[in-house]
């Protein structure tokens, strides 16, 4: 099956230092990859996909995720974290087993301390 | 949250009862989703449609069903409400679904709890 998997519950980072939540994949064949954000009592927003190209894909708010073959990773970057940039953080990948839906990771809480 | 409502917001329910969530559309998105979101467990896909009266299961369907007898609403039941159920349930809308490399648009989500 494919699947997405963010190693870490949470990331705490103080204000204006760089940011990095990590997600793996495996998936056979070439992956679709997004990530989502939560913010409190809100729906999921998406930020960025990688589906081809470029390794390194630019998003919304500043974020960036660099995709990594050899690693199968799909870590979510920002050079200088906000207070505001606090939420939780999916990373997700096309499933072709389950009907090109997507599968979700279990999700990074992003803290950032000013 | 791109013309999306779920209704009700939070619920509280018995064990055994019936419940219908909803979702109401105003992008006339073709496809419409129901996820459940649980803490370690991220999102998982629930029942999908990819049009009027076309539905089909997802990674964790028991104990729900769904129906969508227009383009703007997904409705789904639990026919027998669980603890297991208790959980928060977000609607999502994509305009040709994810094999098409679409993203999804979510709606607020309902908190539901089943006592």
């Known amino acids: 099956a494919q699947s997405v998997a963010q190693p870490e519950d949470q990331v705490n980072v103080a204000e204006g230092n760089p940011l990095t939540v990590k997600c793996t994949y495996s998936v056979s064949g070439n992956p679709y990859l997004f990530w989502y954000v939560q913010y409190p009592n809100r729906g999921l927003q998406f930020l960025l996909k990688y589906i081809t190209g470029d390794n390194l894909v630019k998003g919304s708010y500043g974020f960036e995720a660099e995709f990594n073959k050899s690693q199968t990773s799909f870590h979510l970057k920002k050079p200088s974290a906000l207070v505001s940039d606090s939420a939780l953080y999916f990373c997700?990948?096309?499933?072709?087993?389950?009907?090109?839906?997507?599968?979700f990771g279990g999700g990074t809480r992003l803290m950032v301390k000013p | 949250d791109a013309g999306i409502t779920q209704s009700p917001r939070h619920k509280v329910t018995e064990t055994g009862t019936p419940v219908t969530l909803r979702c109401h559309q105003t992008e006339n998105h073709r496809y419409m989703y129901w996820y459940r979101q649980d803490p370690g467990h991220g999102l998982r896909l629930i029942h999908y449609?990819?049009?009027?009266?076309?539905?089909d299961k997802g990674e964790v369907s028991d104990g729900y069903s769904v129906s969508r007898s227009k383009t703007e609403d997904f409705l789904l039941t639990l026919e027998s409400a669980t603890s297991s159920q208790t959980s928060v349930y977000f609607c999502?809308?994509?305009?040709?679904?994810?094999?098409?490399?679409?993203?999804?648009?979510f709606g607020s989500g309902t908190q539901l709890s089943v006592l």
């Open positions: 997700a990948v096309r499933d072709i087993n389950a009907g090109n839906m997507l599968t």
């Open positions: 999502a809308i994509s305009e040709s679904g994810t094999g098409g490399q679409e993203k999804l648009f």
């Open positions: 449609s990819y049009g009027v009266k076309d539905t």
